[in-house]
């Protein structure tokens, strides 16, 4: 039988082209699936299997080789677990831990499980073989001989997993391979038409647990009290990705139960960011619409002696729950608690002093099931209810209620709630509520950045920054009015996969993505520094200025044409006046050859004045300098150029750490420059490059003359700003 397999052409699933092989199965491939796609099974039936692990599962139950995969219960479950430890081979820093794990695991052993080959074999030499050089590295070592004595084995009985190799993985790893043929079929019973693949830096082959497809509901929950962050994009596109993987449904809901710091503006900003990315999902809703429900919940957990109202102080409270002392109103009565509830409820003085708190475990190793908070007293009025409530769930408590209520399967969210896994289930639980599956996903972490929306709006409050789309946030808005395009930003995060692996990210690699995206297609434009420039009059040059109409971009018509003025006299910067001598011939871009007659300095030794001769009938191929020129005519325009810096000075901030005392003195400064005429023409948002300064995106478009056109400078990810930084 032939199989029809869809993939990732960045990511092709090794493990299932190889265990194709191993069991004698014809593989139909086709890479035709978008970027983080799990790896697809299609039947003539309309029936499709996803994601690595099922794929396995299913060719090794259909396989030829005795024993694949079909065996007892408990050597088939030592399957399925080596299954999902083969993904870990991917994980860098795993990567030797696991070798060692492996290789003294097989030191007694031929195969990975009993005593004839599984898909787990092939799985886990799959996982080894996917990273390229670093294990052929170690292959050639005697680091780990009971590994490579396996691995060695496996490839003497099945010499064409060597193809498979060459064709799927290169130096690098899984989707950097040699360039080879296309060929319908080359011997390995897979055909593929595309082999040319580029590595993909993390995957979504990841099963959630007990998913159904056309039954998984997923939701992203973002409290209003704040912007969406480059945080929130994460979670936000992992909901949606698992959502539409499974058929399932994405919920957007807004956990408004904090009203001190939530307002419409947020939410209005969230919609509006979660539209500009592409989010698409059922409503949105609010913990708000359930709060008559929450409150019936918190009744009827007092009345079953499962939370209690307590009064001790703040402090107190925290360090009782740290040292695992009871309160002293654990165990008071039933119609103690409820009475002290009305209170809260009424918004009293005496209701002020109390909280609901859940009667869990104070004893629990994990302190999050230490009688959390469920409720408390805040009369301030809600954005959405006014003064309706004086009481408000924590997030503790209505998160998980409204998720059970509103049909959502799976909880995914980052990996800093683990510890509260444990106290969601219980919650829900002592609830008498439908279980909810949470999922852990690794938090989005970025040097020199801060993504606590306590901190940010710190930077706000005290007018560190214009708001929160100021171009040095982390929040979606401020990193697209840096000049991020919305693409680059979601292939970032697609790239990143569904790991739960914790990494601390550099931002040049979001940058050099972006770059690859604008470059192609922004216009051109050139710029000279105010400051030190000089004027170079070119003695044979044009009497009369003359225009020439060109194109923006050379090799792309969509960015339109500009007109450039030719003149007798035209400017430079000053760094490129400083570098050439008497005698020298240069290159102006875009015009042709001159050669430099005088240079003229005044006292301190600072170039003034340049005088030369045009040669355009000299090579470009000769000359050293390379210079970008304007010439000297009033329609110039102004600029500020605009470099940001980080708002921190410690790359990674420690929990103990306090950010005030890290602050960047200096994280804004502008360079003014004379700009060409067509810049007038320049849109706010319009991203473009100006010839060798760099990628700029327009924050304030031309208005007037005497008020300049703000553009900032957007990061490439390699090269340093020509923009000076002021010296301190």
Same mark, same amino acid.
């Given at each position: ?51 690595? %692990? ?37 994980? /860098? $820093? ?10 003294? +695991? ?40 009971? #590994? ?43 055909? =593929? ?28 929950? *973002? ?32 956990? =408004? ?18 539209? !500009? ?25 007092? &009345?079953? %002696?499962?939370? +209690?109202?307590?009064?001790? *102080? ?50 629990? $190793? ?7 908070? @469920?409720?408390?007293?805040? *009369? ?5 209810? /006014? ?7 924590? +997030? ?28 969601? @289930? ?54 697209? !009015? ?94 490129? $006046? ?40 000299? &090579? ?15 329609? #110039? ?39 060409? $005429? ?27 003359? &005497? ?22």
């Amino acid at each position: 039988m032939e199989v029809a397999l869809a993939y990732a052409e960045e990511a092709p699933p090794l493990s299932v082209f190889a265990t194709a092989i191993v069991a004698g199965i014809s593989i139909k491939a086709d890479p035709e699936l978008p970027l983080g796609s799990a790896p697809t099974f299609s039947f003539p039936s309309g029936e499709e299997f996803h994601g690595t %692990g099922i794929l396995l599962r299913y060719l090794g139950r259909i396989a030829s080789v005795p024993e694949f995969y079909n065996r007892d219960a408990f050597a088939t479950a030592q399957i399925d677990e080596w299954l999902e430890y083969a993904t870990v081979f991917s994980a /860098g $820093a795993e990567f030797e831990k696991s070798c060692t794990y492996v290789d003294n +695991y097989l030191s007694l052993r031929t195969f990975v499980v009993g005593y004839s080959l599984s898909v787990a074999d092939i799985a886990v030499w799959s996982g080894l073989a996917g990273t390229g050089q670093r294990w052929e590295s170690i292959r050639k070592s005697k680091k780990f001989q009971n #590994l490579v004595r396996w691995y060695n084995s496996i490839l003497s009985e099945y010499p064409v997993l060597s193809e498979v190799i060459q064709k799927y993985v290169g130096r690098r790893g899984i989707g950097k391979p040699g360039l080879v043929n296309k060929k319908e079929n080359d011997g390995t019973g897979i055909k =593929d038409e595309n082999n040319e693949i580029e590595k993909a830096e993390g995957s979504f082959d990841i099963d959630l647990p007990d998913a159904e497809f056309g039954n998984l509901c997923t939701r992203f929950p *973002p409290g209003p009290s704040g912007y969406l962050h480059i945080g929130h994009a994460k979670a936000a596109l992992l909901n949606q990705y698992f959502a539409q993987r499974y058929k399932g449904r994405l919920i957007i809901r807004f956990d =408004d139960t904090n009203p001190a710091k939530e307002s419409n503006e947020f939410v209005e900003n969230i919609l509006n960011d979660l539209d !500009r990315l592409g989010i698409k999902g059922e409503g949105p809703t609010y913990n708000s619409d359930y709060f008559p429900q929450l409150m019936e919940m918190a009744e009827k957990l007092i &009345s079953e %002696g499962k939370s +209690y109202v307590d009064d001790t *102080p703040r402090e107190q409270m925290q360090k009782e729950r740290m040292d695992g002392i009871e309160s002293v109103n654990r165990n008071n009565s039933v119609e103690q608690n409820m009475a002290l509830w009305k209170e809260m409820v009424a918004g009293t003085e005496r209701g002020k002093q109390c909280c609901l708190r859940g009667k869990l475990d104070m004893q629990a $190793a994990n302190k999050s099931l230490r009688d959390p908070v @469920y409720y408390r007293c805040n *009369p301030i009025s809600h954005h959405r209810v /006014g003064s309706k409530y004086k009481v408000y769930p924590t +997030y503790d408590f209505a998160c998980p209620y409204v998720d059970s209520i509103e049909g959502v399967t799976h909880a995914l969210r980052s990996s800093e709630y683990h510890d509260r896994n444990e106290q969601y @289930y219980l919650v829900l639980q002592d609830m008498g509520l439908r279980k909810v599956h949470v999922w852990d996903f690794s938090r989005l972490n970025f040097v020199y950045t801060l993504l606590s929306k306590r901190k940010l709006q710190w930077f706000v409050d005290n007018g560190k920054v214009e708001g929160w789309d100021d171009p040095r946030f982390p929040t979606v808005q401020g990193i697209i !009015r840096r000049g991020l395009t919305v693409e680059a930003l979601k292939q970032f995060i697609l790239s990143q996969g569904a790991s739960k692996n914790l990494n601390l990210m550099e931002w040049d690699k979001l940058w050099t993505m972006n770059k690859k995206i604008i470059d192609p297609t922004c216009p051109r434009h050139t710029a000279v520094f105010q400051e030190g420039r000089v004027l170079l009059c070119l003695t044979n040059g044009p009497q009369e200025p003359f225009v020439r109409i060109a194109p923006r971009h050379k090799k792309y018509e969509g960015a339109g044409k500009k007109a450039t003025t030719y003149t007798q006299e035209i400017w430079l910067d000053g760094a490129d $006046a400083a570098a050439v001598s008497e005698g020298e011939e240069v290159t102006l871009m875009d015009w042709g050859n001159a050669i430099i007659k005088h240079v003229e300095k005044d006292k301190n030794g600072t170039i003034i004045h340049l005088s030369g001769v045009l040669h355009l009938e000299g &090579s470009v191929k000769t000359t050293k300098l390379k210079l970008t020129w304007l010439p000297n005519i009033s329609e #110039l325009v102004n600029l500020s150029l605009v470099e940001l810096d980080h708002l921190i000075t410690k790359k990674k901030l420690e929990e103990t750490d306090d950010f005030l005392e890290v602050l960047n003195p200096c994280t804004r400064w502008e360079s003014l420059a004379i700009g060409d $005429a067509n810049m007038r023409n320049l849109k706010r948002g319009e991203i473009l490059q100006l010839e060798r300064k760099g990628y700029f995106r327009c924050d304030v478009p031309y208005l007037r003359p &005497s008020k300049p056109i703000v553009l900032i400078a957007i990061p490439d990810g390699r090269k340093q700003s020509v923009l000076k930084r002021p010296s301190s």
